[in-house]
């Protein structure tokens, strides 16, 4: 069939098709009419592949375009003519063809969607359609070809292993903190000129390094400070200067890792030569009552500083010890579940994450990020298993009426806005945002799950230390 007008080349965007301009070309355009409305068939072309064959009618489609170009024609500005006086040829000769294909692209997923929602599939991603030959006269036939997501089938979570771990927060824990808050305000003084340099000592020194006799990059500096013992610098290097005076030099020799992180001397030995300009002491304040309030405690006593610390403490405790048992918990689920992965949203799955590696490039300020070749396939098992995850996930909630109450989301909120000042500006600043309570919704559904199956599994109970909780064992 014929073009109604001769049109320019429509504008480049989304589009369901993967050969829009030849499917243009002939106008042949479709939707959904009573023949889809009374039927769909269905056809597997894989586990999860599906296809679908549409029709439309090219007079519907025709007439569509007719009327958003009279609409176009009563605001369109052209020279030459007064605004809403451009004749109707004028505005088909320039605007026909990208008009008819959006109504194209609209129908096509209005006839999809209609489609999918009448054989009751659930879609994978979206649909890849094609023009099909020998169509009736007046209409066109097209086939979309598409995934669904697939049957998940959970087996008895009573037979799932899980480890569930606890942690108290103990005395020992409160005193380390303790230490760590007085590091941070401690202040520092000059040591006399015969005082060896210690742990706790801040040193200001000259240092230059040498590979094979020549200087390298970033192996030379002066007046440079770090504290020793901190493991601020390598061990090598806090050994050789641990012991030394203020005036004095040494030469020593220092090891690069394998691993360290400038490659250009990973692995290779350097010659270094050092001297101490200034040896200082650290002179950390007293835990007592000006500490306290200094730290904002109301009341100003120091057992007013522990508890406070306790219960920050216990609320981070908390915060890990489900984020451990969440993740021994999903392991377990997607160990009990059958499924087949969709393999556009694995796909999809994989983009976010190679996305998410660019931006992460781009804020450490590696140039070029946004064109550095970042290969998919070393994302895959994480893109798999998210899809994974999520579809189980989603079936257990379903099947179990897991969803997040509102009560829920409110708690939540709270307790995430009681470690702050002003919890009532933090609930405020979750409440007003859909996407930030989308997320909070998110985390409650998970405990949600986590407190589900750990009710149906065989659950083994170990308590741990606060170090090792806290990554410090």
Do not use: C
């Given at each position: 069939?014929?073009?109604?007008?001769?049109?320019?080349?429509?504008?480049?965007?989304?589009?369901?098709?993967?050969?829009?301009?030849?499917?243009?070309?002939?106008?042949?355009?479709?939707?959904?009419?009573?023949?889809?409305?009374?039927?769909?068939?269905?056809?597997?072309?894989?586990?999860?592949?599906?296809?679908?064959?549409?029709?439309?009618?090219?007079?519907d489609?025709?007439?569509?375009?007719?009327?958003?170009?009279?609409?176009?024609?009563?605001?369109?500005?052209?020279?030459?003519?007064?605004?809403?006086?451009?004749?109707?040829?004028?505005?088909?000769?320039?605007?026909?063809?990208?008009?008819?294909?959006?109504?194209?692209?609209?129908?096509?997923?209005?006839?999809?969607?209609?489609?999918?929602?009448?054989?009751?599939?659930?879609?994978?991603?979206?649909?890849?359609?094609?023009?099909?030959?020998?169509?009736?006269?007046?209409?066109?036939?097209?086939?979309?070809?598409?995934?669904?997501?697939?049957?998940?089938?959970?087996?008895?979570?009573?037979?799932?292993?899980?480890?569930?771990?606890?942690?108290e927060?103990?005395?020992?824990?409160?005193?380390?903190?303790?230490?760590?808050?007085?590091?941070?305000?401690?202040?520092?003084?000059?040591r006399?000129?015969d005082?060896?340099a210690?742990?706790?000592?801040?040193?200001?020194?000259?240092?230059?390094?040498?590979?094979?006799?020549e200087?390298?990059?970033?192996?030379?500096?002066?007046?440079?400070?770090?504290?020793?013992?901190?493991?601020?610098?390598?061990?090598?290097?806090?050994?050789?200067?641990?012991?030394?005076?203020?005036?004095?030099?040494?030469?020593?020799?220092?090891?690069?890792?394998?691993?360290?992180h400038?490659?250009?001397?990973?692995?290779?030995?350097?010659?270094?030569l050092?001297?101490?300009?200034?040896?200082?002491?650290?002179?950390l304040?007293?835990?007592?009552?000006?500490?306290?309030?200094?730290?904002?405690?109301?009341?100003?006593?120091?057992?007013?500083?522990?508890?406070?610390?306790?219960?920050?403490?216990?609320?981070?405790?908390?915060?890990?010890?489900?984020?451990?048992?969440?993740?021994?918990?999903?392991d377990?689920?997607?160990?009990?579940?059958?499924?087949?992965?969709?393999?556009?949203?694995?796909?999809?799955?994989?983009?976010?994450?190679?996305?998410?590696?660019?931006?992460?490039?781009?804020q450490?300020g590696?140039?070029?990020?946004?064109?550095?070749e970042?290969?998919?396939?070393?994302?895959?098992?994480?893109?798999?298993?998210?899809?994974?995850?999520?579809?189980?996930?989603?079936?257990?909630?379903?099947?179990?009426?897991?969803?997040?109450?509102?009560?829920?989301?409110?708690n939540?909120?709270?307790?995430?806005?009681?470690?702050?000042?002003?919890?009532?500006?933090?609930?405020?600043?979750?409440?007003?945002?859909?996407?930030?309570?989308a997320?909070?919704?998110?985390?409650?559904i998970?405990?949600?799950?986590?407190?589900?199956?750990?009710?149906?599994?065989?659950?083994?109970?170990?308590?741990?230390?606060?170090?090792?909780?806290?990554?410090?064992?």
């Open positions: 069939m014929a073009t109604l007008w001769g049109f320019e080349s429509p504008p480049a965007h989304h589009s369901y098709f993967q050969k829009a301009p030849e499917v243009m070309s002939t106008l042949r355009l479709f939707s959904l009419h009573k023949e889809i409305r009374m039927a769909v068939t269905v056809e597997t072309l894989d586990k999860l592949e599906r296809k679908i064959t549409l029709s439309l009618a090219v007079t489609i025709q007439k569509e375009v007719g009327v958003r170009l009279k609409k176009m024609a009563r605001q369109v500005k052209m020279d030459g003519f007064r605004p809403g006086k451009v004749p109707m040829n004028v505005v088909a000769q320039r605007y026909g063809y990208s008009v008819q294909y959006e109504v194209l692209n609209d129908k096509v997923g209005e006839a999809f969607s209609n489609a999918a929602n009448e054989a009751q599939l659930r879609v994978a991603g979206t649909p890849s359609i094609t023009e099909k030959e020998g169509a009736p006269e007046g209409t066109l036939q097209f086939d979309a070809v598409f995934e669904v997501y697939p049957e998940v089938i959970i087996h008895d979570l009573a037979a799932a292993e899980i480890e569930k771990v606890t942690a927060v103990s005395d020992s824990a409160i005193d380390k903190t303790l230490d760590i808050l007085r590091k941070q305000r401690r202040t520092f003084a000059q006399s000129v005082a060896e210690q742990d706790g000592d801040r040193v200001t020194i000259d240092f230059e390094g040498k590979i094979d006799g200087p390298f990059a970033g192996g030379k500096a002066a007046d440079f400070q770090f504290l020793v013992g901190e493991g601020q610098m390598l061990k090598e290097f806090e050994d050789a200067v641990r012991g030394m005076k203020s005036g004095e030099s040494k030469t020593f020799p220092l090891s690069f890792p394998a691993d360290y400038g490659k250009d001397v990973a692995g290779k030995v350097a010659d270094f050092v001297t101490v300009n200034k040896i200082e002491a650290a002179h304040p007293e835990v007592d009552e000006a500490f306290a309030k200094s730290l904002g405690i109301a009341d100003g006593t120091v057992e007013g500083l522990r508890g406070d610390i306790r219960n920050n403490l216990e609320r981070e405790v908390k915060s890990r010890l489900q984020a451990r048992n969440k993740q021994a918990v999903m377990a689920l997607v160990s009990k579940a059958e499924l087949d992965l969709p393999k556009a949203s694995v796909k999809a799955e994989l983009e976010r994450l190679v996305q998410g590696a660019r931006a992460d490039l781009k450490r590696i140039a070029d990020a946004e064109t550095t970042i290969p998919e396939e070393i994302f895959a098992p994480q893109a798999e298993r998210r899809v994974r995850l999520g579809l189980v996930v989603a079936e257990l909630v379903r099947g179990n009426n897991l969803h997040a109450t509102p009560d829920q989301i409110k939540h909120i709270h307790e995430l806005a009681a470690s702050y000042e002003k919890p009532a500006d933090v609930v405020r600043w979750y409440t007003t945002d859909d996407r930030r309570m997320e909070v919704e998110a985390v409650v998970e405990s949600n799950v986590t407190d589900f199956v750990l009710s149906k599994a065989n659950v083994t109970s170990k308590e741990i230390s606060f170090d090792e909780l806290m990554g410090q064992g």
